[in-house]
């Protein structure tokens, strides 16, 4: 405390510390309390950087700031009076150390010497209102009036508007923690607008707060609104690509822009051809329109489908739209659409290969466009069809000749796979990794001449009658090759003989004789030799010389007789007794050709065996083999074991020589024929054996050495199951060759059948078995029956049915089958036998049958034991196991003993008991009582109806006894039985038993009617009939109305507790009325009862009616609103009047045109009526439907009706229809756009009337079906261009998807969030020209007798893009000549014809060489100019400062042939040496270049180190075309300009003792380590001489040298060995010694692959010092160490 003056002061200081997340943060401040006798006063004291944090962490702090903000102020200690400095409590306390009261920046000073702090600050201000300000999306707009209390001057408003908590669209905040928004006006200010700090489409919280010097008060409320909608930013994540399997589709998607400033109610994707493509010339056009895409609001992706060419590469952005317009575009994404099939190769020539007729050479130029990377090239030749020479075809079916190259190769020769002489249809096709493409025009060419083939069908003969002649003739080779002048035969005598010996000499020379081309036939005349063999062929000759020779065809001359053959042999073929091998050799001489061979054998007329010849007229064996055949076998015709006579005769084709001497043998021995005269029998008394007899074998084919005798079991029987199993095994007996019969005694089977044979044998082995016979063994005794069967019959309880099988064996024929069935001693069920001695059933069936049925003599569900014999004729059999069974159930007698009763206090129950039948016929499952009502009753009004059915109770079959619980009628008379049931049905019933059951309370009374009473709203009268069933006798009738719970108009009851109406009368009574306690026009229940002496009955169905009725009120709550999907229609509700007063028959709903509307001009006119709806009075809501027009305002009330008349109206509703789809858009223009042919722009107006927001515009543009150049029109369905903007805009232009000069017909159509509305008028217009397609079907060909001259014929092009004005013709020699000799220089120019657009062929009538070859091409002209040539670069000349050397690019599209390209160079205003420029009108330098160059040096005209802007142009026919853009570029120094700038002079004016020159060089470190280090290059000069550059060093300037220790101390660090810095230094010191001028180079020597990015020589420096030169300072790229080598 210090005391100065009487004034006390108190001063007290803090600093507080927070830890926040991430570092310490500070507060340091003072307050003083000063006081003296006349005042006091508080001062608080914030210096500049000491307050760093407004919130502990315990308020909800985040890194010092946020939550609950610190306050700062004084209080008058009564918790009520306080002043607190202004932003407390706010995120502006941060900047309390900038702001004052006192206009000291953060001093703050307040009196507090008052009586009492009181009402310092003011109070909230009133009527804050806030608005959007239209135009202005980051403005808001506030008013406001004073505070309702004034406690001193207002010095200042203060507006807050923080972002809203709760956002419709959340989305559209940036941050999650965005600072209040604040405003400061002067006190006098009640309004102000936000000009900055606020987000478009944003909803904000604000309020208004007055401030006076003691501070700031209290806030106003909160207002809540929303800033205007803006063009949304950029959507977010656009991703591009392509779409599998479609070339011409790319896919897009994107997210939604964040912000989004408003609704999106589009997206527009736009992709445009890149300016830089990888393949330029894949881009078809100039002027490339944009690809755009439009989609709703909600869509976030879109599939390009029209206006995308294949394999091109698109820039691809997208924008989003809100009611006010486009936004920012989103990021640029660039793709390239897949790869498609390409279009056709260009050019194709084919030619032949001189000397080479099997070769074509074919060449060709790329496709436009190729739609992706050619990877192949097909080159096909099919066959011409139509041939000069159609016999050149070898066959019919010539596949195409195909060669596929690589997709860089533009040239192929064809070297396999072709024909000579043969006319050829090529085309080329290309392919990308999509697949072939489109093939080109075909070119037909034929192949070169060659020798000819083989002749064909070549027969050589002899001529009849002459022995040195022979005939031959042949047909033209296939393929001929060329043209057949000759044909020549040649014979020589054949070196290998097939009769050598009968050649007569050695020396016979060749014969050969020669014909013309046309000739197919030659005798030879003289020469030959008889029967001597030639080998002849025949050659064809083309001018290319002699062909191939044909397949040589060998003859003879004629022939002579054969002696006979000799050595002939002939023996027995071992295990063959029915063949004989013969063998002989030829005849000599043979005379001839030995044609057939003839072996005869005959039967010997003396035999050994005489029985073995079969009859007396045995042929000739004989057989006939071929002239080179000297064996044979016999295979046929020749008995075994017989002796035959042989011989054998030659024969040439003159006829049969002499026979060889007879030769005799035998045939061996073979197996024997059957025996004959087989005989079986049975062997009386002895069922198993069989007796057999049989005659000798003819013929017997050798010595029979033994008999054998089969008997197997017969495959088919005629008792099959006789058979034991099924592999009985075969009887045999052997006996020896001499026995003839023989009897079995083992191995039978009685009465079986057997199939028995014999066979002989002699040493060959077993013969032939004789033919077989079947027999039978003698019957036995059976055996028992098998497999019985026995089962009940269902249906018949008093049958048995059996069955069994046949015995096995049988052993004989069954007559007979006998069935026994006796009753078992044990039965199951012993009470169903009838009697003590039931005899046994006894069934017989004939022997043919295995089953039977029981028909008489056995009783129900009884158990008996069966079995059954055989028997044939000898006698019955063994019995078969006893089968034991039972008979079916049968229905059972009936119930004993029946005895039925009423069932004490129980009137609808019966109780009945009864005993079981005897017999039971079967298990007893139910018995089943039967109560029906009696058909004499005392009371018959009891039974309800004429039919009443049967009360029926089942139980199971051990009860006995039942109560019926349900189906019975109290006070009824019944007649009741009882019955048994089995498994097979109801048994027969019991005897009727009657009774009858006890009173009950009767049933509701019937026909119940209540009505109103005419003219008596409060009375009631009702009648009813009497119940049926009665249930007893009736003594009173009570009838009751009860107020309706669910009352239809429950408004309508008066009060909470309207007691029940009551009355009761006697029982027979039927009718009341109710004279008091009802109400009018209330609904009531109404029912009533009946009682006997048991007690009240069941209520009668209730009866609702109601009071009579008087007038209601108006109808409540009406609710208008619009009809979605609806705009002509408005629906309304309501609820009914309370209360109605009666029934409302109808309300009826008006709605009147509102007087002042949102949108007048939707109005129609001026007199529109009012639109009103009647609906019954059950309905309580309507949609009118007719008579309101879209998008207008209505005033609407409702009235109710009863019959009594209308009622008030309602309250009146204004309300708006729905927006509609608007009308047609007005005054639509569409015109071209100047330079882009395949855009159109179109303008139009509002339509009128809109019929709603217009969100959105189309306009579309077909293409017209009546077209003035029809064939402009690329195919017949040319998909709709459509373009879409939003609903703000009223124009547009085309980029994407019109042809050039084409008409079209254009219309636009509005959009409101309804939809699309009526079209309007269609426009139709043509786009502009461009240049057209190539000309089609070009034909060239010679002018008859005119060596110079050719002649061209063509189609126009399709599409012309344009008026054809000219088309021009080109013909280049060949390259490659057939006659090179004959081209007569080696430049000749091309010839080159034009002719006006209508010309359509041309004759070139000089400028042409006789017999030469050319390539000749054609283009079209329309009048549009060529684009810019692309990829222009401009580059210095190493060595040369006046040149500069240029390259471009090919102009995409071209738009005709370019015949010359123009480099323009200028001199640039602005220049960086402007003193280089030696005048002020530098002319341009210009340099014209032939259409086939695309690079160029400027060698005159340009001046060194000088900057220029140069551009290139394209010409063609037309004109001059669009220049590329400008590239500026600087000429090389010259040695005038002391060399580069690299180097720097430095000039010793006079001897110093030192001068110290520092090198700083400054460079990018390398990417890995010290990679480089620096060379200091010096040379000498002297005059206008200098040496050469060398490194610097002692040798070279002793005077200069390295230092680093001066430079170090300068702190400069020498040229480091490592450690990588950006500036490297070399210091140079010089003695005193001498006076040199010097030049410095610096080059940078790479010591790793890591090459110095950049490096600048920036200073020269000379320390200062006695007479040193001043500093001299440059700058200048670094040279390469390769510069010095």
Same mark, same amino acid.
């Given at each position: 405390?210090?005391?100065?003056?009487?004034?006390?002061?108190?001063?007290?200081?803090?600093?507080?510390?927070?830890?926040?997340?991430?570092?310490?943060?500070?507060?340091?401040?003072?307050?003083?309390?000063?006081?003296?006798?006349?005042?006091?006063?508080?001062?608080? +004291?914030?210096?500049?950087?000491?307050?760093?944090?407004?919130? /502990?962490?315990?308020?909800?702090?985040?890194?010092?700031?946020?939550?609950?903000?610190?306050?700062?102020?004084?209080?008058?200690?009564?918790? #009520?009076?306080?002043?607190?400095?202004?932003?407390?409590?706010?995120?502006?306390?941060?900047?309390?150390?900038?702001?004052?009261?006192?206009?000291?920046?953060?001093?703050?000073?307040?009196?507090?010497?008052?009586?009492?702090?009181?009402?310092?600050?003011?109070?909230?201000? +009133?009527?804050?209102?806030?608005?959007?300000?239209?135009?202005?999306?980051?403005?808001?707009?506030?008013?406001?009036?004073?505070?309702?209390?004034?406690?001193?001057?207002?010095?200042?408003?203060?507006?807050?508007?923080?972002?809203?908590?709760? !956002?419709?669209?959340?989305?559209?905040?940036?941050?999650?923690?965005?600072?209040? %928004?604040?405003?400061?006006?002067?006190?006098?200010?009640?309004? #102000?607008?936000?000009?900055?700090?606020?987000?478009?489409?944003?909803?904000?919280?604000?309020?208004?707060?007055?401030?006076?010097?003691?501070?700031?008060?209290?806030?106003?409320?909160?207002?809540?609104?929303?800033?205007? !909608?803006?063009?949304?930013?950029?959507?977010?994540?656009?991703?591009?690509?392509?779409?599998?399997?479609?070339?011409?589709?790319?896919?897009?998607?994107?997210?939604?822009?964040?912000?989004?400033?408003?609704?999106?109610?589009?997206?527009?994707?736009?992709?445009?051809?890149?300016?830089?493509?990888?393949?330029?010339?894949?881009?078809?056009?100039?002027?490339?329109?944009?690809?755009?895409?439009?989609?709703?609001?909600?869509?976030?992706?879109?599939?390009?489908?029209?206006?995308?060419?294949?394999?091109?590469?698109?820039?691809?952005?997208?924008?989003?739209?809100?009611?006010?317009?486009?936004?920012?575009?989103?990021?640029?994404?660039?793709?390239?659409?897949?790869?498609?099939?390409?279009?056709?190769? =260009?050019?194709?020539?084919?030619?032949? %290969?001189?000397?080479?007729?099997?070769?074509?050479?074919?060449?060709?130029?790329?496709?436009?466009?190729?739609?992706?990377?050619?990877?192949?090239?097909?080159?096909?030749?099919?066959?011409?069809?139509?041939?000069?020479?159609?016999?050149?075809?070898?066959?019919?079916?010539?596949?195409? &000749?195909?060669?596929?190259?690589?997709?860089?190769?533009?040239?192929?020769?064809?070297?396999?796979?072709?024909?000579?002489?043969?006319?050829?249809?090529?085309?080329?096709?290309?392919?990308?990794?999509?697949?072939?493409?489109?093939?080109?025009?075909?070119?037909?060419?034929?192949?070169?001449?060659?020798?000819?083939?083989?002749?064909?069908?070549?027969?050589?003969?002899?001529?009849?009658?002459?022995?040195?002649?022979?005939?031959?003739?042949?047909?033209?080779?296939?393929?001929?090759?060329?043209?057949?002048?000759?044909?020549?035969?040649?014979?020589?005598?054949?070196?290998?003989?097939?009769?050598?010996?009968?050649?007569? /000499?050695?020396?016979?020379?060749?014969?050969?004789?020669?014909?013309?081309?046309?000739? =197919?036939?030659?005798?030879?005349?003289?020469?030959?030799?008889?029967?001597?063999?030639?080998?002849?062929?025949?050659?064809?000759?083309?001018?290319?010389?002699?062909?191939?020779?044909?397949?040589?065809?060998?003859?003879?001359?004629?022939?002579?007789?054969?002696?006979?053959?000799?050595?002939?042999?002939?023996?027995?073929?071992? *295990?063959?007794?029915?063949?004989?091998?013969?063998?002989?050799?030829?005849?000599?001489?043979?005379?001839?050709?030995?044609?057939?061979?003839?072996?005869?054998?005959?039967?010997?007329?003396?035999?050994?065996?005489?029985?073995?010849?079969? /009859?007396?007229?045995?042929?000739?064996?004989?057989?006939?083999?071929?002239?080179?055949?000297?064996?044979?076998?016999?295979?046929?015709?020749?008995?075994?074991?017989?002796?035959?006579?042989?011989?054998?005769?030659?024969?040439?084709?003159?006829?049969?020589?002499?026979?060889?001497?007879?030769?005799?043998?035998?045939?061996?021995?073979?197996?024997?024929?059957?025996?004959?005269?087989?005989?079986?029998?049975?062997?009386?008394?002895?069922?198993? !054996?069989?007796?057999?007899?049989?005659?000798?074998?003819?013929?017997?084919?050798?010595?029979?050495?033994?008999?054998?005798?089969?008997?197997?079991?017969?495959?088919? $029987?005629?008792?099959?199951?006789?058979?034991?199993?099924?592999? #009985?095994?075969?009887?045999?007996?052997?006996?020896?060759?001499?026995? =003839?019969?023989?009897?079995?005694?083992?191995?039978?089977?009685?009465?079986?059948?057997?199939?028995?044979?014999?066979?002989?044998?002699?040493?060959?082995?077993?013969?032939?078995?004789?033919?077989?016979?079947?027999?039978?063994?003698?019957?036995?005794?059976?055996?028992?029956?098998?497999?019985?069967?026995?089962?009940?019959?269902?249906?018949?309880?008093?049958?048995?049915?059996?069955?069994?099988?046949?015995?096995?064996?049988?052993?004989?024929?069954?007559?007979?089958?006998?069935?026994?069935?006796?009753?078992?001693?044990?039965?199951?069920?012993?009470? $169903?036998?009838?009697?003590?001695?039931?005899?046994?059933?006894?069934?017989?069936?004939?022997?043919?049958? +295995?089953?039977?049925?029981?028909?008489?003599?056995?009783?129900?569900?009884?158990?008996?034991?069966?079995?059954?014999?055989?028997?044939?004729?000898?006698?019955?059999?063994?019995?078969?196991?006893?089968?034991?069974?039972?008979?079916?159930?049968?229905? @059972?007698?009936?119930?004993?003993?029946?005895?039925?009763?009423?069932?004490?206090?129980?009137?609808?129950?019966?109780?009945?008991?009864?005993?079981?039948?005897?017999?039971?016929? /079967?298990?007893?499952?139910?018995?089943?009582?039967?109560?029906?009502?009696?058909?004499?009753?005392?009371?018959?009004?009891?039974?309800?109806? @004429?039919?009443?059915?049967?009360?029926?109770?089942?139980?199971?079959?051990?009860?006995?006894?039942?109560?019926?619980?349900?189906?019975?009628?109290?006070?009824?008379?019944?007649?009741?039985?009882?019955?048994?049931?089995?498994?097979?049905?109801?048994?027969?019933?019991?005897?009727?038993?009657?009774?009858?059951?006890?009173?009950?309370?009767?049933?509701?009374?019937?026909?119940?009617?209540?009505?109103?009473?005419?003219?008596?709203?409060?009375?009631?009268?009702?009648?009813?009939?009497?119940?049926?069933?009665?249930?007893?006798?009736?003594?009173?009738?009570?009838?009751?109305?009860?107020?309706?719970?669910?009352?239809?108009?429950?408004?309508?009851?008066?009060?909470?507790?309207?007691?029940?109406?009551?009355?009761?009368?006697?029982?027979?009574?039927?009718?009341?009325?109710?004279?008091?306690?009802?109400?009018?026009?209330?609904?009531?229940?109404?029912?009533?009862?009946?009682?006997?002496?048991?007690?009240?009955?069941?209520?009668?169905?209730?009866?609702?009616?109601?009071?009579?009725?008087?007038?209601?009120?108006?109808?409540?709550?009406?609710?208008?609103?619009?009809?979605?999907?609806?705009?002509?229609?408005?629906?309304?509700?309501?609820?009914?009047?309370?209360?109605?007063?009666?029934?409302?028959?109808?309300?009826?709903?008006?709605?009147?045109?509102?007087?002042? !509307?949102?949108?007048?001009?939707?109005?129609?006119?001026?007199?529109?009526?009012?639109?009103?709806?009647?609906?019954?009075?059950?309905?309580?809501?309507?949609?009118?439907?007719?008579?309101?027009?879209?998008?207008? $305002?209505?005033?609407?009330?409702?009235?109710?009706?009863?019959?009594?008349?209308?009622?008030?109206?309602?309250?009146?509703?204004?309300?708006?229809?729905?927006?509609?789809?608007?009308?047609?858009?007005?005054?639509?223009?569409?015109?071209?756009?100047?330079?882009?042919?395949?855009?159109?722009?179109?303008?139009?107006?509002?339509?009128?009337?809109?019929? *709603?927001?217009?969100?959105?515009?189309?306009?579309?543009?077909?293409?017209?079906?009546?077209?003035?150049?029809?064939?402009?029109?690329?195919?017949?369905?040319?998909?709709?261009?459509?373009?879409?903007?939003?609903?703000?805009?009223?124009?547009?232009?085309?980029?994407?998807?019109?042809?050039?000069?084409? $008409?079209?017909?254009?219309?636009?159509?509005?959009?409101?969030?309804?939809?699309?509305?009526?079209?309007?008028?269609?426009?139709?217009?043509?786009?502009?020209?461009?240049?057209?397609?190539?000309?089609?079907?070009?034909?060239?060909?010679?002018?008859?007798?005119?060596?110079?001259?050719?002649?061209?014929?063509?189609?126009?092009?399709?599409?012309?893009?344009?008026?054809?004005?000219?088309?021009?013709?080109?013909?280049?020699?060949?390259?490659?000549?057939?006659?090179?000799?004959?081209?007569?220089?080696?430049?000749?120019?091309?010839?080159?014809?034009?002719?006006?657009?209508?010309?359509?062929?041309?004759?070139?009538?000089?400028?042409?060489?006789?017999?030469?070859?050319? &390539?000749?091409?054609?283009?079209?002209?329309?009048?549009?100019?060529?684009?810019?040539?692309?990829?222009?670069?401009?580059?210095?000349?190493?060595?040369?400062?006046?040149?500069?050397?240029?390259?471009?690019?090919?102009?995409?599209?071209?738009?005709?042939?370019?015949?010359?390209?123009?480099?323009?160079?200028?001199?640039?205003?602005?220049?960086?040496?402007?003193?280089?420029?030696?005048?002020?009108?530098?002319?341009?330098?210009?340099?014209?270049?032939?259409?086939?160059?695309?690079?160029?040096?400027?060698?005159?005209?340009?001046?060194?180190?000088?900057?220029?802007?140069?551009?290139?142009?394209?010409?063609?026919?037309?004109?001059?075309?669009?220049?590329?853009?400008?590239?500026?570029?600087?000429?090389?120094?010259?040695?005038?300009?002391?060399?580069?700038?690299?180097?720097?002079?430095?000039?010793?004016?006079?001897?110093?003792?030192?001068?110290?020159?520092? +090198?700083?060089?400054?460079?990018?470190?390398?990417?890995?380590?010290?990679?480089?280090?620096?060379?200091?290059?010096?040379?000498?000069?002297?005059?206008?001489?200098?040496?050469?550059?060398?490194?610097?060093?002692?040798?070279?300037?002793?005077?200069?040298?390295?230092?680093?220790?001066?430079?170090?101390?300068?702190?400069?660090?020498?040229?480091?060995?490592?450690?990588?810095?950006?500036?490297?230094?070399?210091?140079?010191?010089?003695?005193?010694?001498?006076?040199?001028?010097?030049?410095?180079?610096?080059?940078?020597?790479?010591?790793?692959?890591?090459?110095?990015?950049?490096?600048?020589?920036?200073?020269?420096?000379?320390?200062?010092?006695?007479?040193?030169?001043?500093?001299?300072?440059?700058?200048?790229?670094?040279?390469?160490?390769?510069?010095?080598?």
């Amino acid at each position: 405390m210090h005391n100065y003056s009487e004034t006390t002061a108190f001063q007290f200081g803090c600093s507080q510390a927070i830890t926040p997340l991430f570092a310490v943060k500070n507060n340091a401040f003072q307050c003083i309390l000063v006081a003296s006798n006349a005042a006091s006063f508080v001062i608080f +004291l914030y210096a500049d950087g000491l307050i760093q944090w407004t919130t /502990g962490d315990s308020s909800g702090a985040s890194n010092g700031l946020g939550g609950i903000q610190a306050q700062i102020g004084f209080n008058a200690g009564d918790s #009520v009076n306080y002043v607190k400095v202004p932003g407390s409590r706010t995120p502006d306390v941060i900047n309390i150390t900038s702001a004052s009261n006192v206009l000291v920046p953060g001093q703050w000073i307040y009196a507090v010497h008052e009586v009492r702090i009181s009402s310092v600050v003011p109070s909230a201000p +009133l009527n804050f209102t806030l608005s959007s300000v239209s135009g202005s999306p980051n403005q808001l707009s506030a008013s406001w009036t004073s505070p309702a209390t004034l406690s001193a001057n207002i010095t200042a408003y203060k507006v807050y508007c923080n972002t809203s908590a709760s !956002q419709a669209f959340p989305e559209q905040v940036i941050a999650p923690n965005m600072p209040t %928004v604040r405003s400061i006006v002067d006190g006098a200010t009640f309004h #102000v607008t936000f000009s900055s700090g606020l987000n478009p489409f944003t909803q904000y919280d604000c309020y208004v707060v007055a401030s006076n010097t003691f501070g700031e008060g209290a806030s106003s409320i909160v207002v809540k609104s929303r800033t205007d !909608q803006s063009i949304p930013s950029s959507p977010l994540a656009l991703s591009v690509s392509t779409v599998t399997g479609s070339p011409n589709k790319l896919s897009a998607s994107w997210s939604s822009p964040i912000p989004k400033n408003g609704i999106i109610v589009a997206y527009t994707v736009y992709c445009n051809t890149s300016a830089s493509q990888a393949y330029p010339e894949e881009v078809i056009g100039p002027n490339v329109p944009t690809a755009r895409s439009v989609v709703n609001g909600t869509t976030l992706a879109v599939t390009f489908s029209t206006g995308l060419i294949s394999y091109t590469q698109y820039d691809c952005y997208v924008t989003a739209n809100t009611s006010v317009g486009e936004g920012t575009p989103s990021s640029i994404i660039t793709t390239r659409t897949s790869e498609s099939v390409p279009s056709s190769p =260009l050019a194709l020539s084919v030619s032949t %290969v001189p000397g080479s007729p099997n070769q074509l050479s074919a060449s060709w130029s790329p496709p436009i466009p190729k739609n992706g990377i050619i990877i192949a090239y097909t080159i096909y030749c099919n066959t011409s069809a139509s041939q000069a020479y159609p016999e050149q075809v070898i066959r019919p079916n010539v596949p195409t &000749v195909r060669s596929e190259v690589n997709g860089t190769t533009l040239a192929v020769t064809f070297s396999t796979g072709l024909n000579p002489y043969t006319q050829y249809d090529c085309y080329v096709t290309a392919n990308t990794s999509v697949g072939e493409g489109t093939p080109t025009p075909i070119i037909t060419t034929r192949t070169l001449e060659s020798v000819p083939s083989s002749p064909l069908a070549l027969s050589v003969f002899t001529v009849s009658g002459s022995t040195n002649q022979l005939s031959a003739s042949w047909s033209s080779p296939i393929p001929k090759n060329g043209i057949i002048v000759a044909y020549t035969i040649y014979c020589n005598t054949s070196a290998s003989q097939a009769y050598p010996e009968q050649v007569m /000499g050695s020396n016979v020379p060749t014969v050969r004789s020669v014909v013309n081309g046309t000739t =197919l036939a030659v005798t030879f005349s003289t020469g030959l030799i008889p029967y001597s063999q030639y080998d002849c062929y025949v050659t064809a000759n083309t001018s290319v010389g002699e062909g191939t020779p044909s397949p040589i065809i060998t003859t003879s001359t004629s022939e002579s007789v054969p002696s006979s053959p000799l050595a002939l042999s002939v023996s027995t073929v071992p *295990g063959s007794p029915n063949q004989l091998f013969a063998s002989w050799s030829s005849p000599i001489p043979k005379n001839g050709i030995i044609i057939a061979y003839t072996i005869y054998c005959n039967t010997s007329a003396s035999q050994a065996y005489p029985e073995q010849v079969m /009859g007396p007229n045995v042929p000739i064996v004989k057989v006939v083999v071929n002239g080179t055949t000297l064996a044979v076998v016999f295979s046929t015709g020749l008995n075994p074991y017989s002796q035959y006579d042989c011989y054998v005769t030659a024969s040439t084709s003159v006829g049969e020589g002499t026979p060889s001497p007879i030769i005799t043998t035998r045939t061996s021995e073979s197996v024997p024929s059957s025996p004959l005269a087989l005989f079986v029998s049975t062997v009386s008394g002895s069922p198993n !054996q069989l007796s057999a007899s049989w005659s000798s074998p003819i013929p017997k084919n050798g010595i029979i050495v033994a008999y054998t005798i089969y008997c197997n079991t017969s495959a088919s $029987q005629a008792y099959p199951e006789q058979v034991m199993g099924s592999n #009985v095994p075969t009887v045999r007996s052997v006996v020896n060759g001499t026995t =003839l019969a023989v009897t079995f005694s083992t191995g039978l089977i009685p009465y079986s059948q057997y199939d028995c044979y014999v066979t002989a044998n002699t040493s060959v082995g077993e013969g032939t078995p004789s033919p077989i016979i079947t027999t039978r063994t003698s019957e036995s005794v059976p055996s028992s029956p098998l497999a019985l069967s026995v089962s009940t019959v269902p249906g018949l309880p008093n049958q048995l049915s059996a069955s069994w099988s046949s015995p096995i064996p049988k052993n004989g024929i069954i007559i007979a089958y006998t069935i026994y069935c006796n009753t078992s001693a044990s039965q199951a069920y012993p009470e $169903q036998v009838m009697g003590p001695n039931v005899p046994i059933v006894r069934s017989v069936v004939n022997g043919t049958t +295995l089953a039977v049925t029981f028909s008489t003599g056995l009783n129900p569900y009884s158990q008996y034991d069966c079995y059954v014999t055989a028997s044939t004729s000898v006698g019955e059999g063994t019995p078969s196991p006893i089968i034991t069974t039972r008979t079916a159930e049968s229905v @059972p007698s009936s119930p004993l003993a029946l005895s039925v009763s009423a069932v004490p206090g129980s009137p609808n129950q019966l109780s009945a008991s009864w005993s079981p039948p005897i017999p039971k016929n /079967g298990i007893i499952i139910v018995y089943t009582m039967y109560c029906n009502t009696s058909a004499s009753q005392a009371y018959p009004e009891q039974v309800i109806g @004429p039919n009443v059915p049967t009360t029926r109770s089942v139980v199971n079959g051990t009860t006995l006894a039942v109560t019926f619980s349900t189906g019975v009628n109290p006070n009824s008379q019944y007649d009741c039985y009882v019955t048994a049931s089995t498994s097979v049905g109801e048994g027969t019933p019991s005897s009727i038993i009657t009774t009858r059951t006890l009173e009950s309370v009767p049933s509701s009374p019937l026909a119940l009617s209540v009505s109103t009473v005419p003219g008596l709203p409060n009375q009631l009268s009702a009648s009813w009939s009497s119940p049926i069933p009665k249930n007893g006798i009736i003594i009173a009738y009570t009838i009751y109305c009860n107020t309706s719970a669910s009352q239809a108009y429950p408004e309508q009851v008066m009060g909470p507790n309207v007691p029940t109406a009551r009355s009761v009368v006697n029982g027979t009574m039927l009718a009341v009325t109710f004279s008091t306690g009802l109400n009018p026009y209330s609904q009531y229940d109404c029912y009533v009862t009946a009682n006997t002496s048991v007690g009240e009955g069941t209520p009668s169905p209730i009866i609702t009616t109601r009071t009579a009725e008087s007038v209601p009120s108006s109808p409540l709550a009406l609710s208008v609103s619009t009809v979605s999907g609806s705009p002509n229609q408005l629906s309304a509700s309501w609820s009914s009047p309370i209360p109605k007063n009666g029934i409302i028959i109808a309300y009826t709903i008006y709605c009147n045109t509102s007087a002042s !509307q949102a949108n007048p001009e939707q109005v129609i006119g001026p007199n529109v009526p009012t639109a009103r709806s009647v609906v019954n009075g059950t309905t309580l809501a309507v949609t009118f439907s007719t008579g309101l027009n879209p998008y207008s $305002q209505y005033d609407c009330y409702v009235t109710a009706n009863t019959s009594v008349g209308e009622g008030t109206p309602s309250p009146i509703i204004t309300t708006r229809t729905s927006e509609s789809v608007p009308s047609s858009p007005l005054a639509l223009s569409v015109s071209t756009v100047p330079g882009s042919p395949n855009q159109l722009s179109a303008s139009w107006s509002s339509p009128i009337p809109k019929n *709603g927001i217009i969100i959105v515009y189309t306009t579309y543009c077909n293409t017209s079906a009546s077209q003035a150049y029809p064939e402009q029109v690329i195919g017949p369905n040319v998909p709709t261009v459509r373009s879409v903007v939003n609903g703000t805009t009223l124009a547009v232009t085309f980029s994407t998807g019109l042809n050039p000069y084409t $008409q079209y017909d254009c219309y636009v159509t509005a959009n409101t969030s309804v939809g699309e509305g009526t079209p309007s008028p269609i426009i139709t217009t043509r786009t502009s020209e461009s240049v057209p397609s190539s000309p089609l079907a070009l034909s060239v060909s010679t002018v008859p007798g005119s060596p110079n001259q050719l002649s061209a014929s063509w189609s126009s092009p399709i599409p012309k893009n344009g008026i054809i004005i000219a088309y021009t013709i080109y013909c280049n020699t060949s390259a490659n000549q057939a006659y090179p000799e004959q081209v007569i220089g080696p430049n000749l120019p091309t010839v080159r014809s034009v002719v006006n657009g209508t010309t359509l062929a041309v004759t070139f009538s000089t400028g042409l060489i006789p017999y030469s070859q050319y &390539v000749c091409y054609m283009t079209a002209n329309t009048s549009v100019v060529p684009s810019s040539p692309l990829a222009l670069s401009v580059s210095t000349v190493p060595g040369s400062p006046n040149q500069l050397s240029a390259s471009w690019s090919l102009p995409i599209p071209k738009n005709g042939i370019i015949i010359a390209y123009t480099i323009y160079c200028s001199t640039s205003a602005i220049q960086a040496y402007p003193e280089q420029v030696i005048g002020s009108h530098l002319s341009t330098a210009k340099s014209v270049v032939n259409m086939t160059t695309f690079s160029v040096i400027f060698s005159t005209g340009l001046i060194p180190y000088t900057q220029y802007d140069c551009y290139v142009t394209a010409n063609t026919s037309v004109g001059e075309g669009t220049p590329s853009s400008i590239i500026t570029t600087r000429t090389s120094e010259s040695e005038a300009a002391e060399m580069s700038p690299q180097s720097k002079l430095i000039v010793c004016e006079q001897p110093v003792d030192v001068v110290q020159v520092f +090198l700083v060089v400054l460079g990018l470190v390398p990417m890995s380590g010290c990679g480089w280090d620096l060379i200091l290059m010096t040379r000498s000069v002297a005059k206008d001489v200098s040496s050469a550059w060398s490194p610097l060093g002692s040798s070279t300037h002793p005077f200069w040298t390295l230092s680093s220790s001066l430079c170090c101390s300068y702190g400069l660090k020498s040229s480091p060995a490592c450690g990588c810095h950006p500036c490297k230094t070399i210091c140079l010191t010089k003695d005193r010694t001498g006076s040199l001028s010097l030049q410095f180079r610096i080059a940078a020597a790479v010591t790793t692959e890591s090459a110095l990015d950049r490096a600048s020589i920036i200073k020269f420096m000379s320390p200062g010092g006695k007479g040193t030169s001043p500093d001299s300072s440059f700058k200048g790229n670094l040279l390469s160490p390769s510069a010095f080598a």
